[in-house]
Nanobody, 127 residues
Framework: QVQLVESGGGLVQAGGSLRLSCAAS????????MGWFRQPPGKEREFVGA????????YYADSVKGRSTVSRDNAKNTVYLQMNSLKSEDTAVYYC????????????????????WGQGTQVTVSS
C-alpha cells in the first residue's frame, strides 16, 4: 500500500508562488505516475497536473498550464507542484495521487485511474 502525505499549502497573496510536496511511502515510488488534483470550495475535484514515472512527460490542465510545474525526485519518493502567478481561483484543497504508470499516462486527468490519494493540503490565495 502506498501512503501519500502532502505539505506546503498555506495562505499566499495573488501573484505569489507556492511549492507543494507529496511524500510517498510503502511502495515502489518509481512504479507510479503521480497526479495533482484540487477541489475548490463548493466544486468538484479537478485535475491539475501529472507526471510519469520517469519524470520525462508531464501533463497540465489548461487552467494552470504555463504557471505550474510538476516534478519528481524518485530518490526521495517525492513529487512536487510548483505554482506561480497564483490567482484567487487557485484556492482549493490540493491532493496528490498515485496510479499505475501504464494506466495513468493514457488519461492522467481521470481521477478514478489513481489508486492512492493523500489527505490534501489547503491553498488559499488572497486577492
Amino acid at each position: 500500500q502506498v501512503q501519500l502525505v502532502e505539505s506546503g499549502g498555506g495562505l499566499v497573496q495573488a501573484g505569489g508562488s507556492l511549492r507543494l510536496s507529496c511524500a510517498a511511502s510503502g511502495g515502489t515510488f518509481s512504479n507510479y505516475a503521480m497526479g495533482w488534483f484540487r477541489q475548490p470550495p463548493g466544486k468538484e475535484r479537478e485535475f491539475v497536473g501529472a507526471i510519469v514515472w520517469s519524470g520525462g512527460t508531464t501533463y497540465y490542465a489548461d487552467s494552470v498550464k504555463g504557471r505550474s510545474t510538476v516534478s519528481r525526485d524518485n530518490a526521495k519518493n517525492t513529487v512536487y507542484l510548483q505554482m506561480n502567478s497564483l490567482k484567487s481561483e487557485d484556492t482549493a484543497v490540493y491532493y496528490c495521487a498515485a496510479g499505475a504508470d501504464l494506466i495513468v499516462r493514457r488519461n492522467p486527468e481521470i481521477s478514478r485511474l489513481y489508486g492512492y490519494w493523500g489527505q490534501g493540503t489547503q491553498v488559499t490565495v488572497s486577492s
